[in-house]
């Protein structure tokens, strides 16, 4: 019985005539190219997510640089409209000086013509922007009465302005030594105190 068994799984494998040719031989790379082209796959997909990673870290610390330059630039800009402010001040302050130049000497007469019992309460000196030679000048003082103006007006010619248009008032009451006296002071062109 079991000759018989061992010939039946022997029947059972008859052989066969191939139906094709066999491939070539060079076919047999195939496989490794296509298995190769997986790998490469892979470490191209590996290597790009590794360099997408890495340019998000970059663009990152370039935003965070980015911030960083903004809040420098904004800090700047701030010290750079300060400096601008005080620069607009301080020729301001040239130019008043610079005008106040040639009314500093009348001051000065103004001042200087007053005697000892004499006050001044207000000294005004505006300078008209059309005409700047025009001085509206206003002087109220207590104590010397006209004597004292007439000084103080002496004072004033000595340096080369002519008044126009002058007007002087007293005091009533409490107030009779005061006196207010305002006219247009005007430099004269030809006078030897004429500053340029």
């Known amino acids: ?17 191939d139906i094709a040719q066999p491939l070539p031989s060079y076919l047999l790379f195939l496989p490794i190219l296509f298995y190769s082209a997986i790998a490469g796959a892979v ?9 997408l990673k890495n340019a998000e870290a970059a663009r990152d610390e370039w935003t965070t640089k980015k911030m960083s330059q903004q809040g420098l630039k904004a800090k700047a800009d701030q010290e750079y409209k300060a400096v ?3 620069s607009r001040r301080a020729d301001d302050v040239v130019e008043w000086v610079e005008g106040a130049d ?13 005697e000892a019992k004499s006050t001044i309460t207000n000294l005004q ?18 104590g010397g009465g006209m004597l004292q103006l ?4 002496e004072a004033i010619n000595g340096l080369g302005y002519r008044m126009y248009s002058a007007v002087h008032t007293r005091g ?11 006219a247009t002071l005007i430099r004269q062109r030809d006078s030897n105190f004429a500053q340029n």
């Open 1 to 17: 019985m079991e000759k018989n068994t061992a010939r039946i799984c022997h029947d059972l494998k008859s052989d066969r005539v």
């Open 43 to 51: 470490g191209l997909s590996l290597y790009f997510f590794l360099e």
């Open 84 to 86: 601008a402010s005080e």
């Open 102 to 114: 040639s009314i500093q000497p009348l001051i000065l007469a103004v001042t200087r013509s007053m």
């Open 125 to 142: 000196l505006t300078r008209d922007r059309q005409n700047p030679d025009q001085l509206r000048f206003v002087l109220k003082f207590q």
């Open 150 to 153: 007439d000084r103080t007006k």
């Open 172 to 182: 009533q009451g409490k107030n009779s030594r005061a006196i207010d006296y305002q």
